[in-house]
């Protein structure tokens, strides 16, 4: 069978992975066994029925496993993320800023910046102390010139840097020593000089119903988002635990170490203060007894180095829950204004993405005509003409259904039928790429998956997602 080579041939790509099928049709296990699938963790769909799929996507759904859809036809190619709420700790973001809190300097690096005198350092030091420490003692300066704020506006942070540049020592004959320190930390005023805050999305995070309802089921992500909220209220002042980083940066190794030190002793405690609200939070909700005798944590407790990650990536925390397929195919529920806005772009310039998402809508109606002919559009070859006004109508119905009254191009329909649901080895190909990445998010947990269809389109080297 299919599923047996198919299996085989995987299992030869790595000898430490096992791999197993089921000769089986997927209704009859939906009907008969539905909870075979409770088993798996994750379930990729491919190239299945509409209504075998809405099936399989409730069964999936209300046993809250991730469900991924990949499709290939023709030129096409489809993916849907079913997932009834992923949570994402190491979403590693681009372009993040760092956390230096230089607006909201810490006790300990109060203390260590402090502690350096740049007037009565030699050459050597002077040159070789790391911009970081530069910025936090001329960012004094600067606020105690005005009123105690820091720059924000260009021109307030022009003045720092001209400031700072005044402070690089000077030969004999007055010209500036080449202090690569102060270079970078004049660079480094408008990247690192932010309102230190918690952003809006981790404040919607603390007022989810999830963090505010812990029971004894809520998920440690929850409880340890419960916790970060108590944090932020208490030993946080308005603020995340530190992040414990710094950026590599021009210095002797004896002060950047130490420096590195002061930020990751900042980060420890903050962790340690998080971790005690979680634990007193598992207590609370039956999840965690006192310790043992022997001062050892009981089973069921979340670890000291699980939490000691969230709090590194606590400003970059995300949750994705996307829609039902039933919302998606229930026309009360499903997201048609999103659909119309599309076909309407898509008839006024046909070379914008839209063009991808009528790619769908034609897949829909590809699966009605499945639904009353039990074959897709031109499955046969000699059928190809007559295929042609049926998959009109059937595009026209699911239009008329949805309430729109935007049309879809004849060029469309006659392409999807001279698809004749081929599956390229191209298009299979890429979408295997796809659907790899995406399940690999999934299971690990970290970066942040789809949200929630993803459609290719293989002819002009396009892509789009949309939410529907």
């Given at each position: 069978?299919?599923?047996q080579?198919?299996?085989?041939?995987?299992?030869?790509?790595?000898?430490?992975?096992?791999?197993?099928f089921?000769?089986?049709?997927v209704?009859?296990?939906?009907?008969?066994?539905?909870?075979?699938?409770?088993?798996f963790?994750t379930?990729?769909?491919?190239?299945?029925?509409?209504?075998?799929?809405?099936?399989?996507?409730?069964?999936?759904?209300?046993?809250n496993?991730?469900?991924?859809?990949?499709?290939?036809?023709?030129?096409?190619?489809?993916l849907?993320?079913?997932?009834?709420?992923?949570?994402?700790?190491?979403?590693?973001?681009?372009?993040?800023h760092?956390?230096?809190?230089?607006?909201?300097?810490f006790?300990?690096?109060?203390?260590?910046?402090?502690?350096?005198?740049?007037?009565?350092?030699?050459?050597?030091?002077?040159?070789?102390?790391?911009?970081?420490?530069?910025?936090?003692?001329?960012?004094?300066?600067?606020?105690?010139?005005?009123?105690?704020?820091?720059?924000?506006?260009?021109?307030?942070k022009?003045?720092?840097?001209?400031l700072?540049?005044?402070?690089?020592?000077?030969?004999?004959?007055?010209v500036?020593?080449?202090?690569?320190n102060?270079?970078?930390?004049?660079?480094?005023?408008?990247?690192?000089?932010?309102?230190?805050?918690?952003?809006a999305?981790?404040?919607?995070?603390?007022?989810?119903?999830?963090c505010?309802?812990?029971?004894?089921?809520?998920?440690?992500?929850w409880?340890?988002?419960?916790?970060?909220?108590?944090?932020?209220?208490?030993?946080?002042?308005?603020?995340?635990?530190?992040?414990?980083?710094?950026?590599d940066?021009?210095?002797?190794?004896?002060?950047?170490?130490?420096?590195?030190?002061?930020?990751?002793?900042?980060?420890?405690?903050?962790?340690?203060?998080?971790?005690?609200?979680?634990?007193?939070?598992?207590?609370?909700?039956?999840?965690?007894?006192?310790?043992?005798?022997?001062?050892?944590?009981?089973?069921?407790?979340?670890?000291?180095?699980?939490?000691?990650?969230?709090?590194?990536?606590?400003?970059?925390?995300?949750?994705?829950?996307?829609?039902?397929?039933?919302?998606?195919?229930?026309?009360e529920?499903?997201?048609?204004?999103?659909?119309?806005?599309?076909?309407?772009?898509?008839?006024?310039?046909?070379?914008?993405?839209?063009d991808?998402?009528?790619?769908?809508?034609?897949?829909?109606?590809?699966?009605?005509?499945?639904?009353?002919?039990?074959?897709?559009?031109?499955?046969?070859?000699?059928?190809?003409?007559?295929?042609?006004?049926?998959?009109?109508?059937?595009?026209?119905?699911?239009?008329?259904?949805?309430?729109?009254?935007a049309?879809?191009?004849?060029?469309?329909?006659?392409?999807?039928?001279?698809?004749?649901?081929?599956?390229?080895?191209?298009?299979?190909?890429?979408?295997?790429?796809?659907a790899?990445?995406?399940?690999?998010?999934?299971?690990?947990?970290?970066?942040?998956?789809?949200?929630?269809?993803?459609?290719?389109?293989?002819?002009?080297?396009?892509?789009?997602?949309?939410?529907?």
């Amino acid at each position: 069978s299919r599923a047996q080579v198919a299996t085989e041939l995987l299992s030869e790509l790595n000898e430490d992975v096992a791999g197993d099928f089921l000769e089986e049709d997927v209704d009859d296990l939906l009907e008969k066994n539905p909870s075979f699938f409770s088993t798996f963790t994750t379930v990729i769909a491919t190239q299945l029925p509409e209504k075998t799929l809405l099936h399989l996507g409730k069964v999936l759904w209300e046993r809250n496993i991730p469900l991924i859809v990949c499709r290939c036809y023709g030129f096409i190619g489809y993916l849907r993320m079913v997932i009834k709420e992923h949570t994402i700790i190491e979403s590693h973001p681009d372009n993040t800023h760092e956390d230096l809190r230089l607006d909201r300097p810490f006790k300990g690096l109060h203390e260590f910046c402090d502690s350096l005198d740049l007037n009565s350092m030699n050459k050597k030091d002077h040159s070789h102390t790391p911009w970081l420490v530069l910025l936090y003692k001329y960012l004094d300066i600067w606020k105690n010139m005005n009123g105690g704020k820091i720059p924000s506006t260009y021109k307030e942070k022009t003045a720092l840097k001209e400031l700072i540049n005044e402070g690089v020592r000077r030969n004999a004959e007055g010209v500036p020593d080449d202090e690569e320190n102060f270079e970078e930390a004049i660079r480094s005023v408008n990247s690192s000089l932010h309102a230190t805050a918690v952003l809006a999305e981790i404040q919607a995070l603390f007022e989810d119903p999830c963090c505010l309802n812990l029971n004894t089921d809520s998920k440690n992500f929850w409880v340890m988002v419960r916790a970060l909220k108590e944090f932020t209220e208490n030993e946080g002042q308005g603020l995340l635990p530190l992040r414990g980083s710094i950026p590599d940066m021009t210095s002797d190794s004896e002060r950047y170490i130490q420096l590195q030190t002061v930020y990751r002793d900042q980060a420890e405690i903050d962790a340690t203060a998080v971790a005690g609200h979680v634990h007193a939070l598992l207590h609370n909700i039956g999840r965690e007894e006192p310790l043992n005798p022997d001062r050892t944590k009981k089973p069921g407790t979340i670890s000291d180095s699980e939490i000691r990650t969230f709090c590194r990536n606590a400003a970059f925390l995300t949750v994705l829950r996307c829609r039902s397929l039933e919302e998606e195919y229930t026309t009360e529920t499903a997201n048609l204004e999103e659909l119309g806005q599309h076909i309407l772009e898509e008839e006024e310039d046909a070379n914008s993405d839209s063009d991808d998402t009528v790619l769908y809508i034609l897949l829909r109606a590809a699966d009605r005509f499945f639904t009353e002919y039990n074959r897709y559009p031109s499955y046969f070859d000699d059928t190809l003409d007559a295929d042609i006004p049926k998959l009109k109508a059937c595009l026209s119905k699911l239009l008329h259904d949805w309430g729109l009254t935007a049309g879809v191009k004849d060029d469309y329909v006659h392409e999807i039928c001279r698809y004749g649901a081929s599956e390229l080895h191209t298009v299979a190909a890429f979408m295997g790429g796809v659907a790899a990445q995406e399940v690999i998010k999934v299971v690990t947990g970290q970066f942040v998956p789809i949200n929630n269809t993803f459609i290719y389109n293989a002819q002009k080297q396009t892509s789009t997602t949309i939410i529907l």
